[in-house]
Nanobody, 130 residues
């Protein structure tokens, strides 16, 4: 089991930037893919971005492409979500997740599914408002 701790959330004005971090500990050797999800008020949790264990494969949903970037530092067992040009509709709780399912790198259906991920962080809140 992997323990995940997110940080970096906060309140910003539209057009601002935030960088979320997710520090992993525990069974990190078993993790093959990690992702960021978000849950906006009154909606289901949705996939935002994902990255393979090596960092070679990254995936970003179209709604944030060009504004968000996912990366990782394996020496620190940490993944990041750089969020630029934030919009009010980006307001949500953001969650980090980890999976041992190797299909996550290959299949949109697998990597975007909440059920694919066995380990989750507690979430960090992002609020974008004027």
């Amino acid at each position: 089991q992997v323990q995940l701790v997110e940080s970096g959330g906060g309140s910003v004005q539209p057009g601002g930037s935030l960088r979320l971090s997710c520090a992993a500990s525990g069974g990190t050797d078993s993790s093959v893919f990690m992702a960021w999800f978000r849950q906006r008020p009154g909606t289901d949790r949705e996939f935002v971005a994902g990255i393979s264990a090596s960092g070679m494969n990254t995936h970003i949903v179209d709604s944030v492409k060009g504004r968000f970037t996912i990366s990782r530092d394996n020496a620190k067992n940490t993944i990041y979500l750089q969020m630029n040009n934030l919009k009010p509709e980006d307001t949500a709780d953001y969650y980090c997740a980890s999976t041992t399912n190797r299909g996550a790198s290959l299949s949109w259906r697998i990597r975007s599914g909440v059920a694919t991920y066995g380990d989750w962080g507690q979430g960090t809140q992002v609020t974008v408002s004027a």
